[in-house]
């Protein structure tokens, strides 16, 4: 959990940017929320490396260095992550790091960096899988012995199917091409997840649908509840990316909300998986569900353009009997008990009802997620 500039800023961020947003993270709630990772992106290097084939930074945005920076982040209890690309230039057309893996991750670790996010441009068509373990063989080999574990992002954007190489050589994998504030392409991430949420989890690492754009304005505030309620339990790394000197109190208390983390950070590390859906003209709805270590949760998501109601079958969509409360993860308040099944009413128009099921009997180890493969 943390946040990077560039879903809001691109690469026109710069040292005071970057300081003011470790101020708001620790003063205003950000941190106690889990938000810890403070990421620079595409932008914050020099144009040419130096003479002795060092990285180097941009002297105009960053006066005092990434390291004046780093510790300024670890002084207020933060983490900082960087970029690089795993081809000859960055998508921005700086210094990549092909070839460069060792001595790029020195300059890190002299940097203090706790994270790396490893793009994906200008890789003279050498394979990514090659690419991607040089980078993390590099960063192991530098941490090897000390106390310091270096977050490691493949940021590939699903081109090889990094969810079936990325365990073992980094700890999460883009799934998918970038982001945009926009519902189109927050349902096309959705849907293209269908089929992965296999392959997320403690033991393995995780799929990365890519940064939030929560904070949005032009998003509709039902349509930022479907995007964070998915990418929570989908169990997505959560990075922030708007501009948080601007966030309304209405979708601050969103990001923070306790039960909607929870969701994400929950120990059992599972992501909920589609267990039905149904497309015509008028109607269009899938329910996604999945195991919490003290529960269970559910997504029953409204994709058409009408309010909807949408009825959960405990048996069908969870393999769950008995007596179940049901939690509004949202509001966070009980909606009370039920059994059998719970019908959430009025869904709004690309909206969702996120709730936690407590209590109940699992009767089946075997989840109901649909076979896509
Ligand atoms: C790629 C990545 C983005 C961002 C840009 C920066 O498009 O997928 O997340 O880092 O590069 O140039």
Redesign the pocket.
């Known amino acids: 959990m943390g946040w ?1 500039p ?2 809001a800023f ?2 026109s961020f710069n040292d005071t940017l970057i300081r003011q947003h470790v101020d708001i993270i620790v003063n205003q709630g950000y941190l106690a929320a889990g938000y810890r990772y403070i990421n620079l ?3 914050w290097q020099a144009s040419e490396r130096t003479k002795d084939n060092r990285l180097s930074f941009n002297s105009s945005k960053f006066p005092f260095g990434i390291k004046d920076l780093a510790d300024y982040v670890h002084r207020n209890g933060l983490l900082f992550g960087i ?1 690089s ?1 795993a081809g000859i230039q ?3 057309g700086l210094p990549g790091s092909l070839d460069y893996e060792d001595i790029d991750v020195q300059t890190f670790v002299d940097w203090d960096i706790d994270y790396l ?1 490893y ?3 200008n890789e003279q068509r050498r394979p990514e899988q090659e690419r991607y373990k040089k980078m993390g063989d590099a960063l192991n080999s530098a941490t090897a012995g000390k106390n310091k574990t270096i977050y490691y992002n493949i ?1 590939e ?1 699903g081109t090889s199917n990094p969810w079936l190489w990325g365990p073992g050589v980094g700890h999460s994998w ?1 799934t998918t ?3 945009i504030a926009f519902w189109p392409s927050i349902i096309s991430i959705i849907d293209s997840q269908v089929r992965l949420t296999e392959y997320g989890g403690p033991e393995r690492g995780w799929n990365d649908p ?2 939030l754009v929560l904070g949005f304005e032009r998003i509709p505030y039902d349509e930022q509840v479907t995007h964070y309620a998915f990418w929570a339990a989908l169990k997505a790394p959560l990075i922030l990316g708007c501009d948080l000197r601007k966030v309304d109190d209405k979708i601050k208390a969103l990001i923070l909300n306790d039960d909607i983390i929870s969701v994400n950070q929950d120990p059992l590390g599972l992501s909920i998986c589609q267990v039905y859906y149904k497309t015509d003209n008028d109607i269009s709805f899938d329910i996604w569900t999945g195991p919490l270590d003290d529960g269970y949760v559910a997504i029953l998501f409204n994709r058409g353009i009408e309010s909807k109601s949408i009825t959960l079958d405990f048996k069908n969509h969870c393999r769950l009997d008995g007596t179940i409360e049901v939690y509004d993860l949202v509001n966070q308040l009980s909606n009370g008990n039920y059994a059998n099944n719970y019908t959430a009413v009025d869904i709004p128009k690309h909206g969702v009802e996120f709730i936690k099921l407590i209590g109940g009997n699992n009767f089946d180890d075997d989840r109901p997620c649909l076979n896509y493969s």
């Open positions: 990077n560039y879903n691109n690469s992106d595409d932008g970029y690309d960055t998508c921005g996010k793009d994906n441009c940021c954007w883009r091409p970038d982001i890519d940064m």
